[in-house]
């Protein structure tokens, strides 16, 4: 069965600070794709990134980066130079494509807390 | 604008009443989900349709109905049979099988 372990509840760093949250996952499927989703205090989720299972190669947008690693069946998130902005539940989640649909599942999410 | 909206944005409801959730979305998308997200949990799929007039159960569709008689709009009835229907619930779409899911912004029930 598929699973997302974000073992993080909370973390608190202060501005600039460098924070990594992370995501491990499990899947029977050799094809899959993994998601990272922001939910700021409003509530939408907002979708930061979709990598699939045949590409490892990581991936860097601003001070957003990502570490997407097969053999530890994990795909981390990094803020570099976090800023108050980046305040949010951030989750990970992992879709099998076997299903005939996408199946989203998510982790408890982790509560990032940047204060000034 | 393309996006998705929800409404209402907070709703209350009475024990035995079944209420419905809006969702509507302008993009096109073929696929929407209904998903329940509780406190310090991640969200749970309740249904989802892939095409118009199809929808298929999610992992805790018990309680709840859906109807997809519009491409645009996936509305969700909280029925009297939800035991405890108090959560935050989110609306997605997305436009094929394997792309990501844009989300609405919620609309958070309360049962009093």
């Known amino acids: 069965a598929q699973k997302v372990t974000q073992a993080q509840t909370e973390i608190s760093v202060v501005e600039k600070e460098d924070v990594t949250l992370d995501c491990v996952y499990e899947t029977r499927d050799t094809t899959y794709y993994l998601f990272w989703y922001k939910q700021p205090p409003s509530g939408e989720l907002v979708f930061l990134i979709r990598?699939?299972?045949?590409?490892?190669q990581n991936e860097i947008s601003g001070r957003y980066s990502w570490n997407f690693q097969k053999s530890t069946s994990s795909f981390n998130f990094t803020i570099t130079a976090s800023q108050v902005v980046d305040s949010a539940v951030y989750f990970c989640a992992l879709s099998e494509v076997n299903t005939g649909f996408q199946k989203l599942v998510f982790g408890t999410g982790t509560r990032l807390l940047v204060s000034p | 604008d393309g996006g998705i909206t929800q409404s209402p944005k907070y709703l209350f409801r009475k024990e035995g009443q079944n209420v419905t959730l809006s969702c509507e979305q302008n993009l096109n998308h073929d696929a929407m989900y209904w998903y329940r997200q509780d406190p310090g949990q991640g969200l749970r799929l309740i249904y989802y349709?892939?095409?118009?007039?199809?929808?298929q159960k999610g992992d805790i569709a018990e309680g709840y109905s859906v109807s997809r008689e519009k491409k645009e709009s996936f509305p969700l009835t909280v029925t009297s049979a939800q035991k405890n229907p108090t959560a935050f619930y989110l609306c997605?779409?997305?436009?094929?099988?394997?792309?990501?899911?844009?989300f609405g912004p919620g609309t958070r029930l309360t049962v009093l």
């Open positions: 997605a779409s997305s436009e094929g099988l394997y792309n990501e899911q844009f």
């Open positions: 990598r699939n299972s045949f590409d490892e």
């Open positions: 349709s892939q095409i118009v007039n199809d929808f």
